[in-house]
């Protein structure tokens, strides 16, 4: 069975950083396509940001130039580098892949 397991979340002020990591265990992490999602309060779950197999990345407009997704395939992770944070970034951050979810990380952006 398939595990995601985020960290990383905490409280910063706006224009602080953090970095999410999220370890796997139960698949062929390798071969997979990883992405982070988001749920802000009171908003749907938004696609963040995806890593290929092979590296290519693709991010959502809100947080381009900003945010960088990487993977380390030896380690079995996916991380997301969030740099000059705005309060609305605050949600609660997903890693995903094919059916799996974890059970997410919360980050909150205040003064």
């Known amino acids: 069975q398939a595990q995601l397991v985020e960290s990383g979340g905490g409280l910063v002020q706006p224009g602080g950083s953090l970095r999410l990591r999220c370890t796997t265990s139960g698949f062929s992490f390798r071969f997979y396509t990883m992405h982070w999602y988001r749920q802000g309060p009171g908003k749907q779950r938004e696609w963040v940001a995806t890593i290929t197999s092979n590296g290519t990345t693709n991010y959502v407009d809100s947080v381009k130039g900003r945010f960088s997704i990487s993977r380390d395939n030896t380690e079995r992770s996916v991380a997301l580098q969030m740099n000059s944070l705005k309060p609305e970034d605050t949600a609660v951050y997903y890693c995903?892949?094919?059916?799996?979810w974890g059970q997410g990380t919360q980050v909150t952006v205040s003064s």
């Open positions: 995903h892949t094919n059916r799996f």
